[in-house]
């Protein structure tokens, strides 16, 4: 529902793909080089049995691998996938032709002046005209 209208708004999914694509090939010779573990051959299986051949990735996999420790890894994911989710969700409001955006914008700096800072940023990610 528009927020400053109460209309509703019905739009075509925007979608952000991340920039990269690792096979399945990939993913099982770098696991093979990298780890020497009994249950290997059980991680191959199940990466295999998915049928997936190519997956999406934030990052190169020689960039994912070099980076220290699950938690960098995973902030680094975490990172990538918030960016392409503003950029979907900037271009779903730009598709919307929601050019009322600046009053929305507007009634959630009200409403962070009200209930706190925490919301101010996701009106100031959008970028708008007019």
């Known amino acids: 529902m528009d927020a400053v209208t109460g209309d509703v708004v019905v739009g ?3 979608v952000v793909r991340a920039d990269h694509r690792v096979s399945t090939d990939d993913l099982v010779a ?3 080089r990298r780890h020497d573990h009994p249950k290997l051959p059980v991680w191959v299986r199940m990466l295999r ?3 997936v051949q190519w997956r999406p990735w934030s990052a190169p996999l020689e960039e994912t691998t070099e980076r220290a420790g699950v938690g960098v890894r995973s902030r680094a994911a975490y990172e990538a996938a918030r960016d392409r989710e503003v950029s979907a969700a900037q271009d779903a409001l730009i598709q919307a032709d929601l050019s009322k955006l600046h009053r929305l914008e507007t009634a959630l700096d009200k409403a962070a002046n009200r209930y706190g800072p925490g919301i ?3 009106a100031s990610t959008f ?3 007019g």
Do not use: F, I, V, Y
């Open 120 to 122: 101010t940023g996701a």
């Open 30 to 32: 770098d696991l093979e």
């Open 49 to 51: 049995s998915t049928g």
């Open 12 to 14: 075509r999914p925007a």
């Open 127 to 129: 970028s708008w005209t």
